[in-house]
T-cell receptor, first 111, second 116 residues
């Protein structure tokens, strides 16, 4: 049973537009959420995180929104660039500090 | 500062063979992890360690063993390789302090293993 779900396997966006990647979770004990980016043949790299005490966190072009009542978070990339083309993983953790990962969403940004 | 290093990068094993995937980190992180990534399946946790001498099973531990004798090293052992273990393996590390949020993990470049 997936506790962290990324229901869109892929997303295609035009350069300069907004990319919105979504993530849903089922475990109400999760209180910390992270997004990772992965290029082919490389390990994932940390992008941005958010604690459950916040509903928004920004870092440059990347913003993560958290809706605790809906158990939903989203990653917004504005403006999208071709170099953002990668697989994006959502991860969530609770008291154990051991993150559970979603299956990933492949983002393609067209020039 | 090399971060997390993994060896080998690629390996082909015959069914029943054994091997050890090496992982080393130089960031003095207390937590270390092993994941496998199958196509379209995300990252599944095999084993993790919260410090030297302490290891615990993750979601998919069958067919694997680990040890953590030092802070830096966290090798993953496959004893009797099976085709189902064909995957990409990632080692990761992070620093965790009790009572704080979950800190980000740093991943190695991965080992691509094929069992035939």
């Amino acid at each position: 049973d997936q506790q962290v779900k990324q229901n869109s396997p892929s997303l295609s966006v035009q350069e300069g537009r907004i990319s919105i990647l979504n993530c849903d979770y089922t475990n109400s004990m999760f209180d910390y959420f992270l997004w990772y980016k992965k290029y082919p043949a490389e390990g994932p790299t940390f992008l941005i995180s958010i604690s459950s005490i916040k509903d928004k966190n920004e870092d440059g072009r990347f913003t993560v929104f958290l809706n605790k009542s809906a158990k939903h978070l989203s990653l917004h990339i504005v403006p999208s660039q071709p170099g953002d083309s990668a697989v994006y993983f959502c991860a969530a953790s609770g008291g154990s500090y051991i993150p559970t990962f979603g299956r990933g969403t492949s983002l393609i940004v067209h020039p | 500062n090399a971060g997390v290093t993994q060896t080998p990068k690629f390996r082909i094993l015959k069914i029943g063979q054994s091997m050890t995937l090496q992982c080393t980190q130089d960031m003095n992180h207390n937590y270390m992890y092993w994941y496998r990534q199958d196509p379209g399946m995300g990252l599944k946790l095999i084993y993790y360690s919260v410090g030297a001498g302490i290891t615990d099973k993750g979601e998919v531990p069958n067919g694997y063993n680990v040890s953590r004798s030092t802070t830096e090293d966290f090798p993953l052992r496959l004893e009797l390789a099976a085709p189902s273990q064909t995957s990409v393996y990632f080692c990761a590390s992070s620093y965790q302090a009790l009572g704080t949020g979950t800190y980000e993990q740093y991943f190695g470049p991965g080992t691509r293993l094929t069992v035939t």
